[in-house]
């Protein structure tokens, strides 16, 4: 049966991450949450990878794991690894936890794609003015459908 990817990303670092997971397993299909007109029911491997901002998940993604009931992949790309705790626990309730695999692969700082606020938010928070790459890549790079 079919794979698929549903991603979104704001400055780019989820598309990153999905080029690498769709060329390490060989899947075709790929498509940003809000374009996909499918039905997930079809796919037997799903993967979402969404970005955190303000410790929320892509609520478009939010939604499909909520109302599927298959096994599925979360792929969470954030630069904090604490609040991220959080957030899963925040949005999602126990059974669908136990549903989930969820791997955290780091985030990166676009700065050329960030607003002067989000820079300025940036900065204040964690001391980087500069585009920075922490991703994950060896986590990136173990993930497998
Ligand atoms: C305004 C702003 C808020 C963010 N909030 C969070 C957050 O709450 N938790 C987190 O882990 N990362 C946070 N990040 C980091 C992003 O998740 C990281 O930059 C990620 O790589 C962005 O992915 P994208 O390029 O696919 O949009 C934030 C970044 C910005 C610019």
Do not use: W
């Amino acid at each position: 049966m079919k794979s698929v990817i549903l991603f979104e990303t704001k400055t780019g670092t989820s598309r990153k991450c999905v080029e690498i997971i769709q060329n390490n397993n060989n899947i075709s299909e790929v498509y940003k949450v809000s374009s996909f007109t499918g039905d997930l029911k079809n796919y037997k491997n799903i993967i979402l990878v969404s970005p955190i901002y303000m410790g929320q998940i892509n609520k478009q993604i939010v939604k499909h794991i909520q109302s599927g009931n298959q096994n599925m992949q979360l792929v969470l790309v954030g630069t904090n690894t604490k609040p991220y705790n959080e957030t899963i626990h925040n949005t999602f309730d126990k059974s669908t936890l136990e549903r989930i695999k969820i791997t955290h692969v780091g985030g990166a700082y676009n700065f050329d794609k960030l607003n002067f606020l989000q820079k300025f938010i940036i900065k204040k928070m964690t001391g980087i003015s500069e585009t920075t790459d922490l991703l994950k890549y060896d986590v990136l790079k173990s993930i497998t459908c």
